[in-house]
Each structure stands twice: as structure tokens, then as C-alpha cells.
């Protein structure tokens, strides 16, 4: 079973452009959460999603945005990019929102904004 | 606020050794706790998890300890091998979120763990 994909890998954008990730959760998956993580926050939850619809949200301003399709692919979007959005951000499926059931992680994608 | 902490930024050890890694926590309702290692340019890989209800948990060369008086976790390897080099975060799972399910994680600081030959 292939694991859980990010696109782009690697994206150098300057500021006040916005950025689109993508994420394919592994196949069956319906659980979709993102990630921020820096050398100086850590891993810090951006939102959560479930059969299309967001079930939880992070402490991150508006410019961080999100969406799921049906067929559970999530994507998220920054707009207005400043240099503090430099990071990487990792995507996490799972079966569901049970507790017992683990979150597998992709890649991420490296995003440097200049 | 939320937080899960971690006390060594980083630990050396020697191959063969057993490390110890520690972890507090703050939430006392959070219910489930998992240890994800990190190796340079990759995600999170779940190692093992715990439930609340639980104060250990093996896995394969691994142990997972849970204090809940102190609210303090551990991860134990055994004979640490040169691959198990990574930073070892631990993880928090909260179900508090109106009252339903959620998958947020919170996450520790991390703990490089510098494995020498």
C-alpha cells in the first residue's frame, strides 16, 4: 500500500504570493491533518480533516486554509506569504478520528519563502 | 496553555547501549500518547503508542512507559543501533474538542538522539 504523498516536495515562493500543497492520504484513509514544523515552534497543528469537512482548527491566522475532496486528497493554501511561513509542512492520515488508530505521516513539503 | 514538553534536547549514547528518552506533559485529561522518530528529510514515523489506561507498552526494542501521577512518559530502546539515530518526539492526543473525536497531535520539542559507533 503506498503511504502518504505531498506535492510539491520543494517550493521557493517569494512574499505576498500564495502556495497550494496537495496531500493524498493512503488509500481508505479518511482522516486528513496538517502540520507546520520549524526549527523554532516545532510541530505545531494547522486543522483536521474528515469525509470532506473540517473537524478541528489550529492557532493560525486566516491566511492558512484548507480543504478536502471526496475522495479524501486534501489541500491547503497559503495566502499572502511571509517569511515566517518558511517551513515544512507535513500532512497525516488515518483510518478515522479514533484515538487508537495511527496517524501516518508523508514527506512534507519544504516551503522557503524569500 | 497546551504543552508537551521535553527535558534533553539531545542524548548521546554509545551503540549497543540503551537510551532513554523522557517526555512531561501537561494536559491531564489527554487519553493517548504516541512516540513518532524523525530522521533528516522525512516525516514522523509512529513508533508505539499508549492509552491512558495503560503504564507500559513493548514494542519491538522499544518500551513506552506512562506516569500519569507525575505526568511524565518514556521511550526505552534497547541496545540502540547506529539507524535508530533521529529526534524522537513525543505526541499528545487530546479529545477534547466540543465534545467529539479529533486527531490533533500535540507535539514535544524533540530529543535528538546521537547514536556513536
Known amino acids: 500500500k503506498a503511504g502518504v504523498t505531498q506535492t510539491p516536495r520543494y517550493l521557493i515562493k517569494t512574499r505576498g504570493q500564495q502556495v497550494t500543497l496537495s496531500c493524498s492520504p493512503i488509500s481508505g484513509h479518511r482522516s486528513v491533518s496538517w502540520y507546520q514544523q520549524t526549527p523554532g515552534q516545532g510541530l505545531q497543528f494547522l486543522f483536521e480533516?474528515?469525509?470532506?469537512?473540517?473537524?478541528n482548527k489550529g492557532n493560525f491566522p486566516g491566511r492558512f486554509s484548507g480543504r478536502q475532496f471526496s475522495n479524501s486528497r486534501s489541500e491547503m493554501n497559503v495566502s499572502t506569504l511571509e517569511l515566517g511561513d518558511s517551513a515544512l509542512y507535513l500532512c497525516a492520515s488515518s483510518l478515522s478520528e479514533v484515538p487508537g488508530e495511527t496517524q501516518y505521516f508523508g514527506p512534507g513539503t519544504r516551503l522557503l519563502v524569500l | 496553555g497546551e504543552s508537551v514538553g521535553l527535558h534533553l534536547p539531545t542524548l548521546s549514547v554509545q551503540e549497543g547501549d540503551n537510551s532513554i528518552i523522557n517526555c512531561a506533559y501537561s494536559n491531564s485529561a489527554s487519553d493517548y500518547f504516541i512516540w513518532y522518530k524523525q530522521e533528516s528529510g522525512k516525516g514522523p514515523q509512529f513508533i508505539i503508542d499508549?492509552?491512558?489506561?495503560?503504564d507500559k507498552r513493548q514494542g519491538q526494542r522499544v518500551t513506552v512507559l506512562l506516569n500519569k501521577t507525575v505526568k511524565h512518559l518514556s521511550l526505552q530502546i534497547a541496545a540502540t543501533q547506529p539507524g535508530d539515530s533521529a529526534v524522537y518526539f513525543c505526541?499528545?492526543?487530546?479529545?477534547?474538542?466540543?465534545?467529539?473525536?479529533?486527531?490533533?497531535?500535540?507535539f514535544g520539542t524533540g530529543t535528538l538522539l546521537a547514536v556513536q559507533p
Open positions: 499508549i492509552r491512558s489506561n495503560m
Open positions: 480533516y474528515f469525509s470532506e469537512t473540517q473537524r
Open positions: 505526541a499528545e492526543k487530546s479529545l477534547q474538542y466540543y465534545g467529539g473525536a479529533t486527531n490533533k497531535l500535540i
